[in-house]
């Protein structure tokens, strides 16, 4: 018997499968061991020793470790076959070090997709566990550690903030000064000057270039009164120019281009967009088959295999024709590309998003048919457009209009920009001395807006743009700063809170390196370059720690302390005084001697009557807010009574959810519902209204 050991449980299905009855597959979901709370400072570092780390096993892996080693007895060989990156590499370590496994002859297994050919071909070609690599991630690992741990123990006890970190801290900085910018903008007064004219029969918006005094912005109303009282009469085309522009494809996705997209297009959160991306390249069934659907989905490359170019390129000649098929593209890289993965793409290009749609759910649809349809697009040719550019003038008063057409769709028959601007069949015939009458003309007063926030996938563009970070780490890090409420989240739209902009406002004036955007890349690239064997370990880290230590410290004497806001009362255990707190369930009151003394008293809070009364018990209903802050209606009664009154959704009979008026209460209107058990019809006044119906195959859903 053969152990081969992966990351996730839901690969080892298809992995057995894939090589067969002598091997059998277990995971170790994930880490199994993580470093220890001992030891100076709680590091779990011996910092006076070479920085010698102490891991423990963590607490909810000691039943899988046990079952782990109990198999590795029994087997003849133990394959370490974890994620395909860094934070794989050093879990394959831990995984060698904990079963007692020699780390310079253990079969170390690399596949980059969950198919048979990729794992047919790792297994021909093992390789040892790359020891620079997990270097790399242990460096990684302590820096977080020793800065979050000493950071965040000296910003929660002067400022009540959560927590400080190497990454988190930094972008937290770049969301912050783009907050300061907000904060600071000052609008200004400008004017639109707007002239419409009649061509073809039809109104055509012209945009306007410079004034009769050759100025490109009007600034004020009288300048703007003044040009309006020219555009009178008709407008004299002045000059006409056609070209014919060809438009490449973007590259295949990397990390970041991925949650960019799905943000813009599916409106997918960065860390939905992971989850979702992980559940394909782990696989789904298909046909009765466990099939890996995407490449490893953490990348910062743009490269795709030969291979598949040549299967690509092939697929694309079959379905659209020869004359789609594009020249291979070579994308520039960032300096700060490591290149270690192909970009994410589709495992098989015969496997098209809607041949596996009814295996997917609507989420896993969306983002595979993204990802496929972009690889694809990659490979063939760019669009060709003729643009038909129009100037015209009116009594010197300047405009343009711009006149598109498709001379060829290129990559767009699979995957079309976002950006579309509206095309021609057929340009307008227009040349130089044509009048076309002015139907409509005047100023409009407008004021210059503040910057916008940052979406989450904003904020990963800028993470890899300055190299903050890692593809591992963009979606976790937004997660991060979410959690410690250092800001809050709207449909995607990052807003920095108070507390957040005093987290970052003190670590920049006292910590200003470890806020520093390029500081923190330069010590990314440092960290990376442990794992090319060009960097000491040692020196890295301790040069680091020497000098960071020596900052805590004058920190803790010179950094100024948020003043602590009392409550009434004394603590009923020690007798000290009693003070508010923020926690993750909102605000509280505890005691002051905090952790000598953990006494906790929840705020009591003064409820809101709605003057009706519950159905069911026949007490008061009050206002009450959810998780998510919203208010609802429930019975003051919870939790002997946990009735609460439903919003009710207005539902009329030209609604296209109406599918016929509800036969009991003869007021309301079935519409489509989810229930445990699938979909049914029920009625829009439920809960008045209980009427449910079967959803009969071929009615209207």
Not at 288 to 317: C, K, W
Request: charged share 30%; aromatic share 10%.
């Amino acid at each position: 018997m053969k152990l081969v050991i992966v990351e996730s449980p839901t690969k080892c299905e298809t992995i057995k499968r894939y090589l067969g009855d002598e091997y059998v597959v277990k995971a170790s979901y994930g880490h199994i061991r993580d470093l220890a709370t001992r030891g100076k400072g709680g590091l779990g570092i011996d910092v006076d020793n070479g920085f010698t780390p102490a891991y423990i096993i963590n607490k909810d892996k000691k039943k899988i470790v046990y079952d782990l080693q109990k198999l590795a007895k029994e087997a003849d060989e133990v394959i370490l076959a974890t994620d395909p990156d860094r934070e794989g590499e050093a879990i394959a370590w831990h995984l060698a070090k904990v079963l007692d496994l020699d780390v310079s002859k253990n079969k170390r297994l690399e596949f980059h997709e969950i198919t048979r050919d990729s794992i047919g071909e790792a297994m021909k070609h093992p390789r040892t566990i790359d020891l620079d690599l997990v270097q790399s991630q242990e460096a990684r690992r302590m820096l977080d550690r020793i800065i979050g741990f000493k950071l965040s123990a000296l910003i929660n006890k002067k400022i009540h903030s959560k927590s400080a970190g190497r990454v988190q801290s930094a972008t937290l900085k770049l969301a912050y000064d783009q907050e300061l910018k907000i904060d600071s903008f000052v609008p200004e007064e400008y004017y639109k000057i707007n002239c419409v004219i009649l061509l073809n029969n039809k109104e055509y918006d012209l945009t306007f270039l410079t004034d009769h005094k050759n100025r490109k912005e009007i600034l004020n109303k009288n300048d703007a009164d003044e040009v309006s009282a020219l555009l009178k009469g008709n407008a004299i085309v002045n000059e006409v120019n056609k070209i014919v522009k060809t438009i490449d494809s973007k590259p295949p996705f990397t990390t970041s281009t991925l949650q960019q997209e799905a943000f813009s297009r599916l409106k997918f959160k960065t860390d939905k967009t992971q989850r979702v991306a992980q559940s394909l390249y782990e696989g789904i069934q298909v046909n009765g088959e466990h099939v890996g659907l995407i490449t490893y989905m953490r990348t910062d490359s743009t490269r795709l295999a030969p291979i598949f170019v040549q299967r690509a390129t092939n697929f694309i000649a079959e379905t659209f024709g020869k004359e789609y098929i594009g020249k291979p593209k070579v994308f520039k890289a960032s300096e700060l590309t490591q290149d270690a993965h192909e970009a994410i793409r589709p495992t098989s290009n015969h496997r098209t998003p809607e041949s596996v749609r009814e295996y997917l759910s609507p989420d896993q649809y969306n983002l595979y048919k993204l990802i496929y349809n972009r690889t694809l697009a990659s490979l063939m040719k760019g669009k060709k457009e003729e643009i038909l550019t129009v100037n015209f003038d009116v009594n010197g008063v300047k405009f343009k209009a711009d006149f598109t057409r498709t001379l060829f769709q290129g990559y767009e028959i699979i995957y079309k920009d976002e950006d579309e601007v509206k095309r021609y069949k057929e340009l307008p015939s227009i040349n130089v001395g044509d009048t076309f009458k002015i139907v409509s003309s005047g100023s409009e007063q407008k004021f210059t807006t503040p910057p916008s926030h940052y979406s989450e996938a904003k904020m990963v563009k800028l993470m890899e743009e300055v190299g903050i970070g890692r593809p591992s780490t963009y979606a976790s890090t937004i997660s991060t700063l979410k959690k410690r409420k250092y800001v809050v989240e709207e449909k995607g739209i990052l807003t920095v809170t108070e507390q957040g902009k005093k987290t970052a406002h003190v670590l920049d004036k006292y910590f200003p390196d470890i806020v520093n955007a390029k500081y923190t890349a330069d010590m990314e690239s440092k960290l990376d370059s442990i794992s090319e064997g060009d960097q000491s370990f040692i020196n890295i880290i301790s040069t680091f720690y020497d000098s960071f230590i020596k900052e805590i410290e004058k920190a803790y004497t010179i950094m100024y302390v948020d003043e602590v806001e009392y409550a009434d009362g004394v603590c009923p255990k020690c007798g000290a005084r009693l003070i508010y707190k923020d926690g993750k369930n909102g605000r509280f009151i505890g005691c002051s001697n905090y952790p000598k003394c953990d006494y906790v008293q929840k705020e009591k809070k003064e409820l809101v009557y709605t003057g009706e009364v519950c159905p069911l018990c026949g007490k008061p209903l009050v206002e009450r807010k959810d998780a998510s802050g919203k208010t609802f209606v429930a019975c003051s009664g919870y939790p002997k009574c946990n009735y609460t009154v439903k919003e009710q959704k207005v539902v009329n009979v030209d609604s296209k959810e109406a599918v016929k008026k509800c036969p009991e209460c003869e007021t309301g209107y079935l519409i489509k519902k989810r229930g445990k058990y699938g979909y049914f019809l029920g009625c829009s006044n439920y809960p008045k209204c209980n009427h449910m119906e079967k959803i009969i195959k071929g009615r209207r859903k």
